[in-house]
């Protein structure tokens, strides 16, 4: 063996020595830093989508009073119970603001009472909210029961720039039969004219109620969301009365 | 004879080369600890790289973690807030798929020429392609997608009885029907000249028809940005009479 070969020898001896090193050593140690930057990249993204879902949780309760308000008043307008009572009352109270008679109300849900049942729907749930169907008769001249109508839908409303007016229950009317009042009136005006000018108007309408086992206000209070008041004492001791979350949120919202 | 080299042996050509004396051994050890420095090196880096971003990443998750919990104490606020704005959206949504029965009828009384007394109106609003029945009552459109009971694309139907002078100021007032704001189309069902006058619908005429006017389907309303801004409402549910609270003041806003 030559001087050269011996040299070649060596030198190859050398080099997979080095590359040995590389593939035992080195290259482990650089796949596992490159393992754990991977893993700081991630902590970091970790920590920045925690930073943004407190900041968002922040604004949210910062947003708190605003939603509450909110709620409170769209409880008016979808309550979490029928309240049948409630919506009676309201109609009365807007045919007085009218020259009309609120004659009739019916229900499906409840399916008694009235003969004049007209064919409502029985109570469907739907995507959001239960619907409730109603049939009312009212009796009045065409122009009042139009009117009635516009109460009757101005109830809740959108402002042009977007706002809803909450002033009592939300109601879609389906249909509205008209027809001359056969009592030719049973106002107590005595006008002749007025009385041939009366007309019954049969209005099917849908009322709307969260589904069952939802409140208004999901057990909040003023002070806070359901779980965030049960942890504090404060706020326990500021509304006593917030212990069940089916409770109607109207009562609750009153301290 | 043998040749004899007398130069020197340091002097001969070649002997200033790299090799030197040693014929390549030198480089071979100093290529060895070259590369053995480099990957000492780099192997060191690694190390020191891990240890440090190992600690990093310790520090980004407890950092994270602390985050999270911060957050998780506000989540109720989170789920409230986005509660009321579902809710809102929703209510929305109803109002803007509900067909304006007021305007609806204004326009009706406007548009009706003299000499023409209508004996009975039945309105609805059905499924698109469904035509009215006098007596069908309007049904909330089961599995519908939105909560509506007359989502978009459900259809409003009048139809109208009543008489007329003549059979002219019949087709007088199906021409002024098609005025009606929305209204898409106008079909006669019947007109009848009757032999003996005055024998319905107040004794307006000889011609007693029938007539439906089928409106512009509703429009599937995009969702809106809502706030619901009533304070009137809000402050009324503070003081616990939400459902008694039914005022006209919301109509102004409405139309």
Redesign the interface.
Known sequence: MT??DR?ML??IV?LA??LG??FT??SP??Q??AK??A??EA??Q??AT??S??S???S??G??ST?????????????SSP?TP?LI??LD??TH?RNVQFSSITTSASGSGSASA????PA?A????T?E?F?FVFNGS??D???L???L????????S???????R?L?????????NAAGGQSSSGASKAK?NQLTATI?A?A?VLPSGESSL?G?TPA?????AAGSSAVATRTPSSGSTTAPA??K??P | MRAVNLIPGEHRQGAGSLTGRSSGAALIVLGMVAGLAVLVLMYGNASHQISSQKGQVASLTAQASAIQARTGRLAPYTSFVSMANQRTQTVAQLVQARFDWSHALHELGRVLPSGTALATLHGTVGPAGATASSSASATPAAGATATSSTPAGSVPVFTLTGCATSQAVVAQALQRLKLMDGAGEVQLQSSTQSAASSSSGGGCGDASFSAQVVFEALPAGPLPSVSTGSAGSTAAAHSGGANEQVSAQGKAVAR
């Open positions: 001087t050269r040299l060596i030198g050398v020595v080095l090193m590389w050593t080195v140690e650089r596992r830093a754990v930057t893993e700081v902590a970091r970790q920590v925690a930073e879902e407190a968002s949780a922040t949210a309760r947003q708190y939603a509450y308000a909110s709620l409170v008043s769209l409880g008016q307008a979808v309550p309240e409630a009352y309201t109270r807007a603001s007209t064919a409502a729907t469907a739907t995507a959001g909210f619907q169907p049939t065409f122009v029961l139009y009117k109508l516009d109460q839908e101005g109830f809740t409303l959108q402002t042009p977007g706002a809803l007016h909450v002033n009592g939300l879609t009317i389906d249909s509205v039969s008209l027809a001359p041939a099917t849908t709307y999901g909040a806070g969301p359901a779980a965030a109207l009562i919202a009153s």
